[in-house]
């Protein structure tokens, strides 16, 4: 974290990763906002954390598992599940075409 | 006002025939009709025959039977539209409940609406909402305060009589002080999280808001317990919390974290957060003062593991199945993507994301540290009176900062009780939070309640006020 500041390429790659389409203008205002929010987030460098685990979560909890059944009451109708879709077509969702032609 | 009882003199009253859930309905629409035009506290009102005619089929098995309230709008609800305040999901009607709304239907409880917020979560103070701002009751020019203040400003100008909040580094307990709300933020895995939209899942926490300490302990002990459908829930026992309000407070020791009430905490505040310790004090307990050396990093942990993990959920969001494209998100949403995916990307991910859980677990250490020497730290929720509208959106960092004293404890796990302790000399009310252990609810509720006994802050509303300008319903 020794540099802090993020370039407009930097957020143009970012945007691009999480599929976020920014027009150029905003990625000019999102550039300068992040990089005073990432200046703040540098004062974690004074902190020493050698040797320190990290916490990912902290319900003291691990191997939290089930039975291996069908649970019939978190099951939808084909009607139920593409009820809210945008577009669906004999019983599929549809969606753009990953591969080419 | 039927709807200044409490639940359990509504239950009362329900179970005696001196008035009837209907009743209680109706007070809620009308002063819904009155008042929330103005506020805009609802995204989704329940229409009136529909839910006339469910409490008209309601058995009284539980305190909370025909008891109207509502759901923060993050909480999904077969056949209710569900959005998060997002227009990204403005057409998504849900196919299944939540368990925190599964469990209060259960109990016969009412739903009425669905309530504004921050969109998905991200805010403090409901104006990063697709669906206008939430107002706040006390002063229509000022921010209820968030990302629950649809839920806040609700039940501050009586529109139902409870509601269930999400907090993930302050939401039920930042609208809470500023609209004049008992509101809690449980243990991480207390309540489950099944069918709430998240934001932050090593944050969340679903909790209950309401008028008083007493209300939220029989809400909680509704809606508390492990539930198979969430993982992280816990099998921690789930005590009566209603019927361990009683004990005195002699034996218990307050600890003032010094770090909290230092530069940057507004006078008046400060003065009114530290008279709850002095009165509980009177009525028994101890005050020790101490140090919480790291509280300072507290809002850098929050803020980049908040981003981290909203980013990887909202990564998720791809349109097909529900929902519009991610094209609705708003600035506030795509700022959190962005700073998330970039503390996650390879080359910053040691750098930002893992550095954040190493200080995390620095300082899930010091509040165990700070909590060996007292029972509870008390501390402010907010360092500020409710701003103006507009005032928080201008700039990021000043709305991330605003959130300094509430994103403290959710790293953490701990739960925080938000109590109202008082108003400003302009008449905004001011909360305070007592932070206890992990699963301390029950003590933090025994507390409250005791604090409660000693004060009527926390049953004012701003009805009483009278003809308030800032509530004359819209024409």
Same mark, same amino acid.
């Given at each position: 974290?020794?540099?802090?500041?993020?370039?407009?390429?930097?957020?143009?790659?970012?945007?691009?990763?999480?599929?976020?389409?920014?027009?150029?203008?905003?990625?000019?205002?999102?550039?300068?906002q992040?990089?005073?929010?990432?200046?703040?987030?540098?004062?974690?460098?004074?902190?020493?954390?050698?040797?320190?685990?990290?916490?990912?979560?902290?319900?003291?909890?691990?191997?939290i598992?089930?039975?291996?059944?069908?649970?019939?009451?978190?099951?939808?109708?084909?009607?139920?599940?593409?009820?809210?879709?945008?577009?669906s077509?004999n019983?599929?969702?549809?969606?753009?075409?990953i591969?080419?032609? | 006002?039927?709807?200044?009882?409490?639940?359990?003199?509504?239950?009362?009253?329900?179970?005696?025939?001196?008035?009837?859930?209907?009743? =209680? #309905? %109706?007070e809620?629409?009308?002063? *819904?009709? $009155?008042? +929330?035009?103005?506020?805009?506290?609802?995204?989704?009102?329940?229409?009136?025959?529909?839910?006339?005619?469910?409490?008209?089929?309601i058995?009284?098995?539980?305190?909370?039977?025909?008891?109207?309230f509502?759901?923060?709008?993050?909480?999904?609800?077969?056949?209710?539209?569900?959005?998060?305040?997002?227009?990204?999901?403005?057409?998504?009607?849900?196919?299944?409940?939540?368990?925190?709304?599964?469990? =209060? #239907? %259960?109990?016969?409880?009412?739903? *009425?609406g $669905?309530? +504004?917020?921050?969109?998905?979560?991200?805010?403090?103070?409901?104006?990063?909402?697709?669906?206008?701002?939430?107002?706040?009751?006390?002063?229509?020019?000022?921010?209820?305060?968030?990302?629950?203040?649809?839920?806040a400003?609700a039940?501050?100008?009586?529109?139902?009589?409870?509601?269930?909040?999400?907090?993930?580094?302050?939401?039920?307990?930042?609208?809470?002080?500023?609209?004049?709300?008992?509101g =809690?933020?449980?243990?991480?895995?207390?309540?489950?999280?099944?069918g709430?939209?998240?934001?932050?899942?090593?944050?969340?926490?679903?909790?209950?808001?309401?008028?008083?300490?007493?209300?939220c302990?029989v809400?909680?002990?509704?809606?508390?317990?492990?539930?198979?459908?969430?993982?992280?829930?816990?099998?921690?026992?789930?005590?009566?919390?209603?019927?361990?309000?009683?004990?005195?407070?002699?034996?218990?020791?307050?600890?003032?974290p010094?770090?909290?009430?230092?530069e940057?905490?507004?006078?008046?505040?400060?003065?009114?957060?530290?008279?709850?310790?002095?009165?509980?004090?009177?009525?028994?307990?101890?005050?020790?003062?101490l140090?919480?050396?790291?509280?300072?990093?507290?809002?850098a942990?929050?803020?980049?593991?908040?981003?981290?993990?909203?980013?990887?959920?909202?990564?998720?969001?791809?349109?097909?199945?529900?929902?519009?494209?991610?094209?609705?998100?708003t600035d506030?949403?795509?700022?959190?993507?962005?700073?998330?995916?970039?503390?996650?990307?390879a080359?910053?991910?040691?750098?930002?994301?893992?550095?954040?859980?190493?200080?995390?677990?620095?300082?899930?250490?010091?509040?165990?540290?700070?909590?060996?020497?007292?029972?509870?730290?008390?501390q402010?929720?907010?360092?500020?009176?409710?701003?103006?509208?507009?005032?928080?959106?201008?700039?990021?960092?000043?709305?991330?900062?605003?959130?300094?004293?509430?994103?403290?404890?959710?790293?953490?796990?701990?739960?925080?009780?938000?109590?109202?302790?008082?108003?400003?000399?302009?008449?905004?009310?001011?909360?305070a939070?007592?932070v206890?252990?992990?699963?301390?609810?029950?003590?933090?509720?025994?507390?409250?309640?005791?604090?409660?006994?000693?004060?009527?802050?926390?049953?004012?509303?701003?009805?009483?006020?009278?003809?308030?300008?800032?509530?004359?319903?819209?024409?």
């Open positions: 974290m020794s540099s802090t500041v993020i370039s407009e390429a930097d957020v143009l790659k970012v945007a691009k990763l999480a599929h976020i389409n920014l027009s150029p203008e905003k990625i000019t205002v999102f550039a300068k992040l990089e005073s929010i990432l200046e703040h987030f540098a004062k974690l460098n004074q902190v020493d954390v050698t040797n320190i685990a990290p916490t990912y979560q902290v319900t003291g909890q691990k191997n598992l089930r039975e291996d059944f069908i649970d019939t009451k978190r099951m939808f109708t084909q009607a139920q599940s593409l009820a809210n879709a945008p577009q077509k019983g599929f969702f549809v969606t753009k075409s591969s080419k032609k | 006002m039927l709807l200044d009882k409490s639940i359990s003199e509504l239950a009362a009253g329900l179970r005696q025939s001196e008035f009837t859930s209907v009743d =209680l #309905l %109706n809620c629409y009308d002063n *819904i009709a $009155k008042y +929330n035009g103005n506020i805009n506290a609802f995204v989704t009102i329940l229409p009136l025959e529909f839910t006339v005619k469910k409490a008209k089929s058995k009284l098995t539980s305190p909370l039977s025909g008891i109207p509502v759901l923060k709008d993050c909480y999904v609800t077969e056949g209710v539209k569900t959005t998060s305040a997002s227009n990204v999901l403005n057409n998504f009607i849900p196919p299944y409940n939540a368990t925190v709304y599964q469990k =209060l #239907l %259960n109990a016969g409880a009412i739903l *009425i $669905k309530m +504004n917020m921050d969109a998905w979560g991200h805010g403090g103070s409901s104006e990063n909402t697709d669906f206008g701002p939430v107002k706040n009751p006390w002063d229509t020019s000022r921010v209820a305060g968030g990302s629950s203040g649809g839920p400003a039940l501050s100008a009586r529109m139902a009589v409870f509601a269930i909040g999400e907090d993930t580094g302050g939401s039920i307990r930042n609208p809470a002080a500023w609209c004049n709300i008992t =809690l933020k449980v243990t991480y895995g207390r309540v489950s999280r099944y709430s939209i998240a934001y932050a899942s090593s944050f969340d926490s679903v909790g209950p808001m309401a008028k008083s300490v007493e209300d302990a809400i909680l002990e509704t809606i508390a317990g492990v539930d198979p459908y969430d993982a992280t829930s816990s099998p921690t026992a789930v005590p009566l919390y209603s019927t361990l309000l009683d004990k005195k407070v002699t034996d218990i020791t307050i600890g003032i010094d770090e909290f009430y230092q940057g905490l507004d006078l008046e505040i400060k003065s009114a957060v530290l008279k709850v310790a002095t009165d509980l004090q009177k009525a028994g307990a101890q005050i020790k003062n140090s919480m050396p790291l509280f300072d990093y507290g809002l942990i929050y803020y980049l593991i908040g981003p981290s993990e909203t980013s990887s959920n909202l990564a998720r969001y791809d349109g097909i199945r529900f929902g519009h494209s991610r094209e609705f998100f506030e949403t795509i700022r959190r993507i962005l700073i998330g995916t970039y503390a996650l990307s080359g910053y991910y040691e750098a930002y994301y893992k550095k954040a859980q190493q200080v995390r677990t620095l300082f899930i250490e010091e509040y165990k540290k700070a909590l060996s020497q007292c029972d509870v730290l008390l402010p929720i907010t360092p500020t009176p409710p701003p103006k509208i507009g005032e928080l959106m201008n700039d990021p960092l000043q709305n991330f900062l605003a959130d300094i004293y509430t994103t403290s404890q959710n790293p953490v796990g701990v739960p925080s009780l938000a109590l109202p302790c008082g108003f400003t000399k302009s008449g905004l009310p001011i909360g939070q007592i206890g252990p992990m699963f301390s609810e029950d003590l933090l509720l025994n507390i409250g309640h005791q604090y409660q006994q000693l004060t009527d802050s926390h049953l004012k509303s701003p009805l009483s006020k009278g003809d308030l300008e800032g509530l004359k319903p819209k024409q």
